[in-house]
């Protein structure tokens, strides 16, 4: 009861937004639905920026939401739209043996995070730095600008091979798309292709 | 358990919430009236009458229709998916709504007429009551909060609005709604770009994220120190102009984006009647619908707020030394403006079709935003 006494709001703020955390995490693996379980994920991310916000660090809590809720989950939903993935589809028998694996997994995974939990203490008794937007960048352009260059580096990497991946496969579609918009920007085409199309 | 009501500021905590309900019933009023104004000049725009029956001339009319939608039977069809369906228009109306704790409506410190009085009594009464507190209601801040990243949280909360749309369109389960709620994400994530990378010549100007703090360095020189008249340097002849240029690009860069990204015309594609019926609210009536008819509106409030407080210099204008209280005043004008220019776009512009709407944000404003960018660091160095 003696920590209980020393309780603040702040802590109850760390309550809510971590359990929702959990609670959603939980919700995007159970979830049959592909976009029940995008859903879980963007709440995710939202209470993860709570959290931030809680350990005072306001800059990353506003990207978290802008880069992974705002950007990444909409790319997300938007191709589970357009595929109109419903339900997942039973895939039991290809992942039978994956089940035995998961326990021994979890558990190297709560010790590692224990063991982590060790070494770094608390968070946020360690640093009294505000998140600001100033704080964050000169973190990032002095001390730490060669990791943060190597993750552009690699986030570019990523951005060209999929773009490599993505035209290869496509090469052939890609050049009807475009020959026939080429065509359509011309206006006797139009009137044309789509005449066609209500024939067909 | 003392600890933890000892840790709440109570006097804080209830000024920001009359704050919150006082600017939220503004905004409910500003969206009320922008419908009707809406309905009002576009039929002077196509030579016709518009609503003048409901109170002197149909200005009771925002009210009628508000108890209609109440009234009306909520239907919530068959097929839907139940759960987002209802979901879907809150999680649209939400986010939008907890952006205006970062509208910068006037000047700090503002006297309050009558603030002596509401001070004293107050602090009486908190006495005899053994609180004690401490307020000071002489002057007033006419903004919630203001925090080092309020931008940012701007896009953050304006981004996630996409969500509602998205769910509604899928959750209708009908064709058009979904169409519909995919042109809205592709146009949603295409122009966030061009907005976003359009406020960064702006910034790079005040050399601050927080919305309060680059209005205030917008005072000045007769109230006129905005930054599309070149910001702080406004004034200074050849300098006022180099640094006018940038910021005079990126209002307009903004400006298109912002249209795009509140779905509006000319950049409706959502929900284009000609093609999707009404696009992802298709399969909406009622209070639903009309928690998205008024999602839309507040974000077009708080995109016109931001060109406000970014570009056109917030709540500063001629004589705003003198009389503080113009401040609120010059700021709401201004973003009566923005909520007219919107309305008079979109009784002069067809739609655009949908690849001419991607390649216009993709090949032009991305480019243009970016060279805009390098434009505004490079003067901005050569200048001070």
Redesign the interface.
């Known amino acids: 009861m003696e920590q209980?006494?020393?309780?603040?709001?702040?802590h109850?703020f760390f309550l809510a937004f971590a359990s929702l955390a959990v609670v959603a995490a939980f919700n995007v693996i159970l979830q049959r639905n592909p976009?029940y379980s995008a859903?879980g994920l963007?709440v995710v991310m939202?209470s993860l920026?709570g959290l931030f916000l809680t350990l005072s660090a306001?800059?990353i809590?506003?990207?978290q939401?802008?880069v992974y809720?705002?950007?990444i989950m909409?790319?997300f939903?938007?191709v589970i739209?357009?595929l109109?993935i419903r339900e997942e589809d039973a895939k039991a028998d290809r992942q039978k043996y994956l089940k035995f694996l998961a326990v021994p997994l979890f558990l190297a995974l709560i010790g590692v995070v224990m063991a982590a939990l060790k070494t770094i203490g608390n968070p946020a008794a360690s640093s009294n730095v505000?998140g600001?937007?100033e704080n964050v960048a000169e973190g990032m352009f002095t001390n730490y600008l060669l990791p943060f260059e190597a993750t552009s580096v690699l986030i570019l990497m990523a951005i060209v091979g999929s773009m490599f991946l993505a035209r290869r496969e496509s090469a052939e579609d890609t050049n009807e798309i475009e020959t026939a918009?080429n065509a359509?920007n011309q206006p006797t085409a139009v009137e044309e292709s789509s005449e066609e199309e209500v024939h067909a | 358990?003392?600890?933890?009501i000892n840790?709440?500021d109570f006097p804080y905590v209830l000024g920001a919430l009359i704050k919150v309900v006082i600017f939220w019933i503004t905004i409910m009023i500003i969206c009320a009236y922008a419908v009707y104004a809406e309905r009002r000049v576009l039929a002077v725009i196509q030579n016709r009458l518009g609503p003048n029956r409901v109170g002197w001339q149909g200005l009771l009319q925002p009210f009628a229709d508000l108890i209609k939608f109440i009234f009306k039977e909520d239907i919530i069809p068959m097929s839907v998916n139940r759960a987002?369906y209802v979901c879907a228009p809150i999680i649209s109306l939400v986010p939008a709504m907890m952006v205006l704790i970062v509208y910068p409506f006037g000047p700090d410190n503002l006297p309050l007429p009558g603030g002596e009085f509401l001070t004293q009594t107050i602090n009486d009464l908190t006495t005899k009551l053994g609180l004690g507190w401490n307020v000071d209601l002489r002057s007033v801040n006419l903004h919630v909060t203001h925090?080092?990243?309020g931008i940012?949280?701007i896009?953050?909360?304006t981004?996630?609005g996409?969500?509602g749309i998205?769910?509604a369109?899928?959750a209708s389960n009908s064709k058009y709604s979904?169409l519909g709620?995919?042109r809205s994400?592709?146009q949603?994530?295409s122009y966030?770009l061009g907005l976003s990378l359009s406020v960064v010549a702006v910034l790079l100007m005040a050399g601050t994220?927080d919305l309060t703090e680059i209005v205030r360095q917008q005072s000045g020189w007769g109230g006129m120190r905005w930054n599309i008249f070149g910001g702080t340097s406004a004034g200074e002849g050849l300098k006022s102009l180099a640094m006018a240029i940038p910021a005079i690009i990126a209002f307009f860069i903004y400006l298109i984006s912002a249209i795009a990204e509140t779905n509006r015309v000319p950049f409706d594609l959502p929900e284009a009647e000609t093609e999707l019926v009404a696009g992802f609210h298709t399969e909406y009536s009622a209070l639903k619908f009309a928690l998205f008819f008024i999602a839309e509106y507040v974000n077009m409030t708080t995109v016109s707020v931001l060109a406000t407080s970014l570009f056109l210099g917030g709540w500063n204008g001629p004589f705003i030394n003198v009389f503080p209280w113009l401040g609120p005043i010059y700021f709401l004008g201004k973003v009566f403006f923005f909520l007219f220019l919107y309305i008079w776009l979109r009784g002069t512009l067809p739609r655009l079709r949908y690849?001419q709407l991607m390649n216009f944000g993709w090949k032009f404003l991305l480019p243009a935003a970016l060279f805009n960018i390098a434009l505004a660091a490079t003067i901005a160095v050569l200048v001070y």
């Open positions: 209980f006494a020393q309780i603040q709001v702040s109850l976009i859903i963007i939202c920026a306001e800059f809590a506003a990207i939401i802008i809720a705002g950007a909409v790319l939903v938007f739209m357009l109109n505000p600001t937007v918009l359509a | 358990m003392s600890s933890l840790s709440i987002l925090f080092n990243v940012l949280y896009f953050a909360m981004g996630l996409v969500y998205v769910v369109g899928w979904l709620g995919l994400s592709a949603m994530v966030e994220l690849d």
